[in-house]
């Protein structure tokens, strides 16, 4: 059994990650933690665990994560910089669910988190844990900074096109739109319900914070820089992601379908629907599935990308759970095959 511990448990993705490792079969749970809930049981503060996850929330202190095999990060950006060095000189691996190793430009990252990066020494060692591009790297890493939720739609719905040099990498649109979960499980007037009810608008639309990750990702992948604008929204739901991407295509005689169907056709959580198809949220909600359609308007040179994840599985702990099982040489599906949640 792999130990397993999850510094920062209260949050959307903590929690998440407990729904997940809950009922994985090579897990033990065995140390969560946070200081402002010390002391209390896990399923008094998330009854949906009781019977499931029988421990108490502890200090996130080395000395209650040194019987770890690996541990979960699921703080705030900023937080994981100061116990990861002592975690991973404990011999412990990490996974991060925050942005703080996602950026290999120190100063970018303390410009667009408005903070100092009081580990940059481990910044380089991180592995970016997108596994459907970064697989061999995950299996033998140490520490994994595990991708944004809107970062992972923008680049599995690109990464084939981008892998084949067949868009203008210049002039790329991706207009995203996430649940309120999103934002995090923080006091925030503007993520009341009615705040956020019967409503939709975007926001951070001169520059949010993925940008440069998203950016970082597909210079990765197409091995030069891709020019992209990207703006997120918010749905008035709990949970979900659909990115809508706009790309030029280089020549018009490309079959993007097949392109799509041969690259993903052995990755277990990428599915590519059939043509013609719209992708919902709720095909994807609870799930680790992230769902790809494509269009053609006119069949012209102009091209649409579908995308639907759920922003704190695919997009997140789900992730996470998914290059936890590489890590460990498990089949990398292993407690994460449940269908999406319908209705």
Known sequence: M?????????G???????????????????????R????????????????LVDLEFS??????LKSCDLVFFATPHGVAQDLVPEVLKAGIKVIDLSADFRL????????????????????EQAVYGLPEFNRSAISTANVVACPGCYPTSVQLGLMPLLEAGCIDVSDIIANSASGVSGAGR????????????DSFKAYAASGHRHQPEIEQGLADIAGGPVGITFVPHLLPINRGIHTTIYANLLEADIDVQALFEQRYQNEPFVDVLPSGSHPQT???RGSNYCRIALHRPGNGNKLVILVAEDNLTKGASGQAVQCMNIMQGLDEGTGLASPALMP
Not at 29 to 34: D, Q
Not at 110 to 121: K, L, V
Not at 186 to 197: G, H, W
Request: net charge negative; charged share 15%.
């Open 104 to 123: 290999r430009d120190i100063a970018l990252w303390e410009q667009w988190y408005a903070q100092t990066h009081r580990a940059p020494q481990l910044v």
């Open 186 to 197: 923080q006091a925030s007037v503007a993520n009341l319900f009615t705040e956020v009810s």
């Open 36 to 51: 402002s809930e010390k002391g209390v049981a896990v399923a008094d503060l998330f009854p949906n665990l009781r019977g």
């Open 2 to 10: 792999i130990k397993v511990g999850i510094v920062g448990g209260t």
């Open 282 to 284: 709720r095909s994807v």
């Open 12 to 34: 959307y993705t903590g929690v998440e990650l407990l729904r997940l490792l809950a009922g994985h079969p090579h897990v033990q749970l065995v140390t969560i933690t946070s």
């Open 59 to 64: 200090e996130p202190l080395i000395d209650n």
